[in-house]
């Protein structure tokens, strides 16, 4: 991702109103923070969303990353699903 990021920069997109960066699917950790909150795999991404968007911010762009609710992207039961949705909508 920073590779297509400074990419983004380099060959003039940025300039062309392509500013915004995302993590698609397979960005999540399967486990959550101890408040129950979705967080990063940390295999993937050793530095943490913090850092990556403190770098993604100093080129000129905006980050962004995609969560979608369903069996497979959630991989928990229908019930916690449920309840995961509550906390994330009130954070």
Not at 8 to 29: E, H, K, N, P, Q
Not at 30 to 54: C, D
């Amino acid at each position: 991702m920073l590779e297509n990021a400074r990419g983004i920069v380099d060959l003039g997109f940025r300039d062309l109103g392509y500013t915004i960066v995302t993590a698609d699917c397979g960005w999540s950790s399967v486990n959550r923070t101890a408040t129950g909150q979705i967080t990063w795999n940390p295999n993937l991404f050793p530095s943490g969303f913090p850092a990556m968007g403190e770098y993604f911010h100093n080129l000129g762009l905006k980050f962004g990353v995609y969560s979608g609710g369903g069996i497979w992207g959630m991989r928990y039961s229908e019930t916690v699903q449920r309840i995961y949705k509550l906390v994330e909508a009130m954070n």
